[in-house]
């Protein structure tokens, strides 16, 4: 037989966390997906270059001097016009690929939720095709860098582009010649201002895709103990922590109460679901907590060692970062059997 006890974090003078037991209270909510799944969020901004007015060439020589600036601004604005539509077609198959994977990957909490043995081979088989499925988002990165350095070209051309319209001399020329350099300065200066928007609207989504395959490695890692566990766990911790504090705090001592305490009399404790709940709790009220998990024996005995790292596994499995997870061992005068803590500082 197993047994899994769950108690305050904090002594009694600071009543920081809340007081848990291993089934829920009443009125209770286990907390859930949180709005998973989410869609993909990409912009649907279009980039288009502002197109110079200009009037027929003058055929002076002044006027001469501004047909290679007029090429090179054709030029970039025809590059710019490609980069946004070669940027239309990167967020298609971004959207398309991530729209695949949670159409494979939401049904593996919906089965859990609906009840599951350990292991289920379906489920196990969908988990392995989410995790394809997503990998083929991911495998987009070189196209997203590769539009990345596209769209520096272009800004570096802009900005040469803006220069030279603007220091070229039209003396000698007519009134119409400087009319025309204005014109293409102004131009110049409208499709550097698009390549830069294009730039940084490039980044917000190569971004925004990043965070969507960081959270979603991140679920995947949840919904694979769930499957493991046969339970529905809910959204990973890792959107809840902050990462490991500026200054690490003291570690607990012997006597400090636990936030729980696991007791492995055999192999079958199931102590994921209370522990999940536990530490959920814990980063909602501060974000850079700490989780030591402490071997507890009594004097003279030994072990421990391995079902405290299979603790410190299981948390990081739900998405705790290893910053804020630590694994100790001490004998404890008053403890009766070997016993697994996890504390909170």
Known sequence: MA???????????????????????????????????????LGNQRFQ?????????????????????????????????????RLQQLRGEARARADAYLAV?????????????????????????AGFVLGRLAALAPQWDALVGRVTRERATASSVVATAAA???????????????????????????????????????????EFLAAERAMLEILALGVAEGEA????????????????????????PPLVTIRFRDESVRYHQPLYRAARLALERRADVVFTVVAVTPPGLEGGAAQADAV???LAEMGVPAGQTAVIGWADPAATEAEIQVHVR
């Open 3 to 41: 047994t899994l006890l769950l108690a305050a974090c904090v002594p009694a003078a600071t009543p920081l966390w809340p007081t848990l037991t291993g089934e829920p209270v009443a009125g209770e909510t286990i907390a859930g997906a949180g709005g998973w799944p989410a869609p993909l969020a």
């Open 49 to 85: 270059p502002p197109a110079p007015a200009l009037g027929p060439p003058s055929g002076s020589a002044a006027g001469n001097r501004l047909r290679p600036i007029e090429a090179d601004l054709a030029a970039l604005n025809r590059a710019i016009v490609g980069a946004d539509r």
């Open 105 to 129: 990957a939401g049904p593996i909490e919906r089965g859990l939720r609906a009840g599951a043995a350990p292991n289920d081979p379906a489920l196990e088989q969908r988990l392995r095709q």
């Open 168 to 210: 070229v001399d039209t003396t000698g020329g007519t009134g119409a010649d400087e009319r025309r350099r204005l014109s293409l300065a102004r131009a110049a200066r409208g499709s550097a201002a698009t390549a830069n928007a294009l730039a940084a609207t490039l980044v917000e989504d190569r971004r925004a895709v990043d």
């Open 233 to 256: 766990f809910g959204s990973s911790l890792a959107g809840l922590a902050a990462g490991a504090p500026a200054t690490a705090p003291p570690p607990p001592r012997p006597g400090d």
């Open 312 to 314: 410190a596994r299981s």
